[in-house]
């Protein structure tokens, strides 16, 4: 089993930055791909950005140029990097991780909120 638990989540003006952390343990050994998604106020669950191993990064249309993800793999941890956030950036959002992609996670965190005023 994979568990995943993120970190990094809070309130923040437009315009600001906030950096997320999704630590992973248990059997990483499987994670070839590990990503974040965002879930906002009556929306469907949605990618946000995606990592390989190798470090292959791709992100939604949405976050480019804003969002940055990044993993350190001695700490089996990804990050997500925010800045110029936006209102509609408000959501929870999920760390999740996969052996084949993470279009399709197998592995889910418990999410964490971030808010932005407007």
Same mark, same amino acid.
């Not at 940055?68 to 990804?78: F, G, L, M």
């Not at 990097?81 to 996670?105: G, I, W």
């Given at each position: ?7 990094? &989540?809070?309130?923040?003006? /437009?315009? &600001? =930055?906030?950096?997320?952390? %999704? /630590? /992973? ?7 070839? *791909?590990? &990503? ?24 939604? +249309? ?26 509609? +950036?408000? /959501?929870?959002?999920? %760390?999740?991780? +996969? ?7 197998? *592995? ?8 932005? =005023? =407007?």
């Amino acid at each position: 089993q994979v568990q995943l638990v993120e970190s990094g &989540g809070g309130l923040v003006q /437009a315009g &600001g =930055s906030l950096r997320l952390s %999704c /630590a /992973a343990s248990g059997n990483i050994f499987i994670i070839n *791909h590990m &990503g974040w998604y965002r879930q906002r106020p009556g929306t469907r669950r949605e990618l946000v950005a995606g990592i390989a191993r190798a470090g292959e990064t791709n992100y939604a +249309d949405f976050v480019k140029g804003r969002f940055t993800i990044s993993r350190d793999n001695a700490k089996n941890t990804v990050y997500l990097q925010m800045n110029s956030l936006k209102f509609e +950036d408000t /959501a929870v959002y999920y %760390c999740a991780a +996969d052996r084949f992609s993470v279009a399709t996670p197998s *592995h889910w965190g418990q999410g964490t909120q971030v808010t932005v =005023s =407007s």
